[in-house]
Structure formats: C-alpha cells, structure tokens
C-alpha cells in the first residue's frame, strides 16, 4: 500500500543485526565455489546442493538464524550485514524480467543456504511466473503505484502476500544493489512491540473475521472462486489478528482491506497508527540481507530516486515457509491457489 505523506519517515528504532569479518565467511565461500547447478535452469537441484553448505555458513549466522526461525524475535526480523561480496555486478534491469543471474550466483547461494535453516522455497504460479528468487528494482511505469516496484511514492505498511490462503512465514530481501542517495529504507513494525498499544476491545474486533480483501485490486492472474480476481466484488473474509496475544499472527494491507463494519474500520485505524509509532528500519545497503517473520510483523519502503540506467536500487526477495519439525531437509513448494479457497487464518 501506498501512504503518500511523511507518516511512516519519523525516528525508526534498530534492528537485530549480524556483522561480521570478511574473513568468518571463508569457508563458506570456498563451499559456495564447488557448487554447479544453476538456479535458472534446475532449481531443485540447486535447493539441494546449497542446503549442503549451510553448515559452512558462519556459526553465528546459524545460531542466530535458527534460533529466528524457531522462537523469531521482539523486532520481527534479522538483518545479515556485509554477506561475501559479488564478485561482478550485472547492471540493475529496467524491465521485468524472470531470469537476471549475478555473474558468480554467489547472491543466489547465500540467500538459499541461509533460506534452508528457515524452511522451504515457496513460489506462487500467479506471482512473477512462478519465480522463487524475484527481482525487486523500480519500474518507470510503476513509479507511483502501489508496488514494490515504485520509487517516487512511499510503499506503505504491509504483510507480504496478506491475500493470499498461504502467506510465506519469512520473507528475505537481499540486497543487490543500494540506491544512489541511500533513500530507500526499509522499515519494520512488530506485533510484538505495537499490540500493547490496542485496547482489548480493539485487539476482539481484529480478531473477528470482518474485513474483506479487495482482490479486484490485484494485479495478477489470480482467481478466486474461479472467477478472474478482476471482475470479483466480494474476496474472502477473514480476521486482521489471529493467534494468540503471546504469538500474534497478522494479515496486514489496509490498501487491500476493506472493513465490513465501522468497529472493524475503528479498530484497523488504531492498528494503522500503533504500526506508525513502533518502526525501526535503516536504509539496507549492499550485500545487506533481512529476513522478515512475515507473521508477526509487517514491513514498508520510503521513496527514493530512480533513473533506470543499469546503476538503481535492486533487491532479491524471497518467500519461505518454516520447516515442520523433523523435516529440515529444504524442498521448492509451489503453489497455485484460488484465492477463496484453502483459507484457514
Ligand atoms: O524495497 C523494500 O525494501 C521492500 C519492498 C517490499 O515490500 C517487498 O519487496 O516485499
Ligand atoms: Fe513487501
């Protein structure tokens, strides 16, 4: 979503962050140079061979990234500083595309051998064509639209994927290249630090399956009940909190939500203004990677300046969902859902 004023720029708190030497990551990137498959070609095979260096991984990102994915953290996320550099950086595309490669893979490596002590790949048929590892860089035509391919307008608060029956549990931006003026933050606000602020009335009336999701808003080929999403008035209801207050589970997109009584609108205001008052962020530089517990909380985008000449901000994104107990070896999950079916929070 778009909130096109300076709410969401004020004072932003830290986030949790892994900083180490060049030199903790040797081994690993001795792993990363045996690794033959490519991701574009064979992505299974390429899941299963960077699986097998995460124990190269430095120890530090492996007890910090496990211990994320199990219990996550009072911020909602994890930022990686200073992972190894690219050895040769390909320009920044100014189109969509389904396939840019950096030259070494060595983004591509780290992202799925950090991805498999979290859980599975997860791709979804109507986003990208499918794409696991999807390029995020701004897009002249989307310049103030609400998506992540924007730059001249903020990209406002959100869970990635809220429509949909199965939203990842983590989402991991990874960051090719930073932005010119280092404009570009990202921000974060966690349920753990913003639900205190809600009055129980508020925290029942989120709870209560009374907001619809305006699916004739998206942009893609989805369906929901069959019908093209465009031409669908009523998308599934559902509940903006459920879990517990311990373990708040959110679905968060006011852009696409529509409250269907004025309680329900209330109460997602409240929730609007207690995500504005508990933000941290920092505008993520290269080689920078965050994992988000899309669960738990949400993330936005302040605007930036692009020029699309090879040289812009570029992000790979990722979509994981957590390992089951007991299944930890990491396998690609595609999916290809109707959007009113299989909902269960
Ligand atoms: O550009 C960013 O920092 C975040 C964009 C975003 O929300 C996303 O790619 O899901
Ligand atoms: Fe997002």
New binding site residues.
């Given amino acids: 979503m778009i909130r096109d004023h300076e709410s969401n720029r004020g004072r932003t708190g830290r986030l949790p962050v892994i900083d180490l030497a060049p030199s903790a990551w040797d081994e690993f990137q001795g792993a990363a140079r045996a690794i033959e498959s490519d991701p574009f070609e064979n992505f299974d095979s390429f899941v299963r061979e960077t699986a097998s260096v995460a124990s190269t991984l430095p120890a530090a990102v492996i007890d910090a990234v496990t211990a994320f994915a199990a219990h996550g953290n009072s911020a909602g996320a994890l930022l990686i500083r200073h992972t190894p550099p690219l050895t040769e950086l390909p320009p920044t595309p100014t189109v969509v595309r389904h396939r840019a490669v950096t030259t070494d893979r060595l983004s591509e490596i780290v992202m799925l051998a950090v991805g498999a002590l979290v859980g599975h790949p997860l791709s979804y048929a109507q986003e990208r064509n499918g794409a696991f590892l999807q390029d995020v860089h701004p897009i002249r035509s989307q310049e103030r639209k609400v998506s ?1 391919q924007s730059s001249a307008v903020d ?1 406002g608060y ?1 869970s ?1 994927m809220m429509f949909h029956p199965t939203p990842p549990d983590v ?1 991991m931006l990874y960051v090719v290249r930073h932005d010119h003026g280092r404009q570009a933050r990202t921000q974060l606000s966690s349920a753990r630090d913003f639900l205190g602020d809600l009055t129980q009335a508020t925290i029942d009336a989120l709870h209560r399956p009374e907001f619809m999701i305006e699916v004739s808003r998206l942009h893609s080929p989805y369906l929901a009940a069959g019908q093209p999403v465009r031409a669908v008035t009523d998308g599934p209801a559902f509940a903006v909190l459920t879990g517990t207050i311990q373990d708040p589970v959110l679905r968060f997109e006011p852009e696409l939500t529509r409250a269907l009584t004025s309680n329900a609108e209330r109460a997602l205001v409240e929730l609007e203004n207690a995500v504005l008052r508990h933000q941290r962020g920092e505008a993520l530089e290269q080689g920078s990677m965050l994992l988000i517990d899309n669960r738990r909380a949400v ?3 302040t605007r930036y300046e692009a020029r699309y000449d090879g040289t812009d901000r570029w992000l790979r ?1 990722m979509h994981l969902i957590r390992h089951e107990a007991g299944d930890i070896v990491p396998r690609p999950v595609r999916l290809s859902t109707d959007l009113k079916q299989g909902w269960s929070s």
């Fill in positions: 992540s990209l959100h990635e989402l993330h936005a985008r994104r």
